[in-house]
């Protein structure tokens, strides 16, 4: 009798325990969603920020003749991300998106591709060598991970999350139902709570 209670016992400790992890696992997620609407130390954001598209003779003519950047980051060797200075911003307002995928003061907000480093490095050093010292534009090259771009990470990140009610309830008798309501209702926050809710106490 001792025996059958204390098995009853870790069973039920046991059960606080995953519910206390699926807990601590949410919280975590909810974090992340936080940091990633916080600005970075540019003053951008993580997650949804894009530049606008744009081309270099843009660039070259109106940003960089009127000293409007501050930086020009060469990504990968094929994608130039233009960063503005603070104190210029408001004048290219107008041509951003609104809302939350719309560039930040941190930048960058404008992007363009080019077909050759060399090609563009030349036409940069020419337009660059007309300037100032105190007007020189900080240029730097990065290399993103496995040239895989931010926003095929993003929606990779995106996805686990939007679908960790699915995969905590993924053995759950109700599983089919938690799934449909997480895919079709998770966008709305509520049927993502909602979902989370029904799969943790509900296993």
């Known amino acids: 009798m001792e025996e059958s209670n204390n098995v009853k016992s870790t069973g ?23 940091i990633s609407y916080m600005p970075t130390q540019r003053g951008g954001f993580h997650l949804f920020a894009e530049p606008v598209q744009t081309y270099w003779n843009d660039v070259k003519n109106n940003m960089l003749r009127n000293h409007d950047v501050e930086e020009i980051e060469v990504v990968n060797k094929k994608t130039i991300h233009i960063y503005l200075k603070k104190s210029s911003y408001q004048k290219y307002a107008d041509r ?52 895989i771009n931010n926003f095929m990470w993003r929606i990779l990140i995106l996805s686990l999350i939007y679908f960790i009610p699915s995969i905590i309830g993924r053995r759950n008798r109700d599983r089919k139902a938690i799934f449909l309501v997480n895919l079709f209702l998770g966008w709305t926050g509520i049927g993502w709570i909602a979902t989370f809710i029904w799969a943790v106490f509900k296993k």
């Open 12 to 34: 039920s400790g046991w059960k606080k325990s995953k519910n206390f992890i699926y807990w601590i696992l949410g919280g975590i997620i909810i974090v992340f969603l936080v």
């Open 96 to 147: 951003f998106p609104g809302g939350i995928s719309s560039p930040s003061k941190g930048g960058p907000q404008f992007s363009f591709e080019i077909a050759s480093l060399d090609v563009f490095n030349s036409e940069l050093d020419k337009t660059l060598s007309e300037f100032s010292d105190k007007d020189k534009v900080l240029v730097t090259y990065i290399n993103t991970i496995g040239g």
